[in-house]
Structures are given as structure tokens and as C-alpha cells.
């Protein structure tokens, strides 16, 4: 598009947002002469539309209806964007609701593809653990909650995978972003359906690793066990530290060197 062409498409844009409607935009060009002299308004339309009067290029009635539609479409697109960012603006402090903040937009765009892994306690307090698409679950449902700390992320049996370890009840499901691969001896694996590479979150594996995947994935580990946050924190302290001085309820977000790091610092064998 040539210097000419760019001038006219942001001279029609600023003539639509300045008239509600073409007959508003056509009265702009017309004179009390014109009217003086012509004794009629809508003839007077015709003339501006025509290119007989006015001060200004002519617009055709097609182009500016359709810049119109163009414009309200825009600027409808941008409402919703940001009204579909649920954390902007909140003031959030809890390191993992921190990460997922970070990730919100990049996971509702496309741009990132997040599994958050969590392992905790259900209100019957069982101790459950498994993994979550992130940009499934904030298509559906609202993560206001979760971000206000109002709620409680928890993984549940339609996730990408939930295993309660009271009950031995263990779910493997697929998602629009991945399929569950749980046939591998080395333990479950995750297929990007965008990229179809092979997602392997077990730290201790040799075998694909992110940075291979095209589609930035992200595994966000929220580790909501006080005792393990506390030791993972503890530089050689006195072991006779009373653990029930350490808060009820303490996350973590880390990559998956870290979980690894603390593994061996807890003596962990698995994420669950």
C-alpha cells in the first residue's frame, strides 16, 4: 500500500470515528450557502456524496459503513482480550498464583501451552496429585477465584491426570492441547497436539525435554506441603525445628531443574 493509499484508509478511519453515521459525515460538508441555494437538504446530500460540494474527498457511503463495521469490530476484540485476562490488575502475592499470572495471557493466546502439576490435600483430606492443561482450564472455568485466593486449584478426574492416593483412583484424560500417553515404563508422557512432540515432566528423565518442543511449554509445580517447603528452604538448620511452627498451607512455583533439587533434598522418589 502506497504513502497515497495509507493517508486515505487513516482519513476514513478518523472521519468514522468522529461521525456516527454517514448522513452525519455528509451534513459536515455542506454550507448554509449550499442550503441557501439549494433549498434542500437531501439534494444537498447528494451532491456532497457525488463529489459537488464539500471540502473534503469523497467517501464513498460503502466504504465508510464498512470502516464502521470494521472499526466496531476492533475495538469489540479489544474488550474482550481484556476482559479475558482475569489477573490483570489484581494484586497477587503467593509465588505459584504469581507464575500463572505471568503465564495467563500467553496461555489464553496460544503463545505458551502450561502443565501445572500439583500434589495436595482435597477437602477430604486425601492427599491428591496430577496434571492440568492450563490454557484448557482457563477456557473453562474462572480463574478469578483462584487468583483472589478464594478458591483452591485442585486437579479433578476430567484433568489431564489425577490419581488420589487413599483411594488409588487414577484418571488419564485428553485435552484440545495434549493426548496422555500412559503405556511408557518411564512414566506418563504428554503429546502437544499443536507441535506433536513428545512432553516428558518427569526431571529425572533423559528423554525429550522442553526446550525441544516448538510450542513454549511450561510445567509450573505447585508443591503445597509446609514441611517440604520449609526443608527445601533450610540450610542446614537445627533439625530440632518444630514443624508445626511452619505455616498450614505453602507454595511453590518451580521448573523442573528445581523439582528436582528439591527431590533430592526431601528424598523424594516421584512427582505422583
Known sequence: MGK?????????????????????????????????????????????ELGYRGSGEI?????????KIDIA?????????????????MIITEPALIALANREEANRNGKMSTIIF?????????EISGYIDYAHRLKT??????????????????????FNWETQNITANPTPNYA?????????LFKNKRDRKILNVDPWSVGPRLAE????????????????AATADDDDDDDDNDDDEVADRITLALSLMEVKQLQLKLNWTSLG
Open 180 to 188: 496422555v500417553i500412559t503405556d511408557n515404563p518411564g512414566g506418563i
Open 213 to 228: 518442543c516448538n510450542v513454549v511449554d511450561v510445567v509450573v509445580v505447585v508443591v503445597a506441603t509446609a514441611t517440604a
Open 118 to 126: 500439583i500434589r495436595d490435600k482435597n477437602q477430604r483430606n486425601q
Open 59 to 67: 467517501i464513498k457511503r460503502e466504504d465508510f459503513n464498512q470502516k
Open 73 to 89: 469490530k476492533e475495538m469489540e476484540a479489544r474488550k474482550i482480550k481484556k476482559k479475558a485476562i482475569v489477573s490483570e490488575g
Open 4 to 48: 497515497m493509499e495509507d493517508e486515505r484508509a487513516e482519513g476514513l478511519e478518523n472521519i468514522c470515528l468522529q461521525f456516527d453515521t454517514y448522513e452525519d459525515f455528509l451534513d459536515s460538508q455542506i454550507t448554509q450557502t449550499d442550503l441557501f441555494y439549494l433549498e434542500d437538504e437531501s439534494l444537498a446530500r447528494e451532491l456532497v
Open 141 to 162: 472455568e474462572d480463574f478469578a477465584g483462584y487468583f483472589l485466593q478464594k478458591k483452591r486449584l485442585l486437579p479433578r478426574i476430567g484433568d489431564l491426570s489425577y
